[in-house]
T-cell receptor, first 114, second 111 residues
Framework: AQRVTQPEKLLSVFKGAPVELKCNYS??????LFWYVQYSRQRLQLLLR??SRESIKGFTADLNKGETSFHLKKPFAQEEDSAMYYC????????????????FGQGTILTVHP | DAGVTQSPTHLIKTRGQHVTLRCSPI?????VSWYQQVLGQGPQFIFQ???????GRGNFPDRFSARQFPNYSSELNVNALLLGDSALYLC??????????FGQGTRLTVV
């Protein structure tokens, strides 16, 4: 069974401090991994996906297959980063019905204080 | 902004009633997915449709059904509503890279 665990429900940091949102997953094989973000009163939106290897809004995420983790990091947090963050996975291309089906973690609320 | 549109935005139903939720995907996207988000939890997958065919179904009872129309819009139907069906229902429009673009959701309250 596929599962995503975000161990921290709440995370508070001060502006300019580094931030790391943890994500661990369980999947038989090599899943596709994503981070989604939901800012206040906005819809859920894709922040980044591991195959893109991009840095979006200063955030990066490294896939660690050995530890089955996909932690989201930013070296210097900004107040506008305050939001709900969800880690999600889906089966890889060719995995049949699990391809494109997202399994989400419970989310982490990040608050960046001034 | 021709994003994903869902209707209605809110509705209140009584236990035992039926509800239909609607979703219009982004132009050019042929796949939609439905998710249920209960307060305090992440979205949970219900259905995925591609080119009017069901491509995946989550762990939901048969009271939940969906369909996709030739214009790629979609409906989610829930019969015999229970109090536990109260949630935010999200529709996602899926592009060719399987990136999901979410609508604002429909907030369903069952009383």
């Amino acid at each position: 069974a596929q599962r995503v665990t975000q161990p921290e429900k709440l995370l508070s940091v001060f502006k300019g401090a580094p931030v790391e949102l943890k994500c661990n997953y369980s999947y038989s094989g090599s899943p596709e991994l994503f981070w989604y973000v939901q800012y206040s009163r906005q819809r859920l939106q894709l922040l980044l996906r591991h195959i893109s290897r991009e840095s979006i809004k200063g955030f990066t995420a490294d896939l660690n297959k050995g530890e089955t983790s996909f932690h989201l990091k930013k070296p210097f947090a900004q107040e506008e980063d305050s939001a709900m963050y969800y880690c999600a996975l889906s089966g890889p291309r060719g995995s049949g019905t699990s391809y494109g089906k997202l399994t989400f973690g419970q989310g982490t609320i990040l608050t960046v204080h001034p | 902004d021709a994003g994903v549109t869902q209707s209605p935005t809110h509705l209140i139903k009584t236990r035992g009633q039926h509800v239909t939720l609607r979703c219009s995907p982004i132009s050019g996207h042929k796949s939609v997915s439905w998710y249920q988000q209960v307060l305090g939890q992440g979205p949970q997958f219900i259905f995925q449709y591609y080119e009017k065919e069901e491509r995946g179904r989550g762990n939901f009872p048969d009271r939940f059904s969906a369909r996709q129309f030739p214009n790629y819009s979609s409906e989610l139907n829930v019969n015999a509503l229970l109090l536990g069906d109260s949630a935010l229902y999200l529709c996602a429009s899926i592009n060719r890279n399987t990136e999901a673009f979410f609508g604002q959701g429909t907030r369903l309250t069952v009383v």
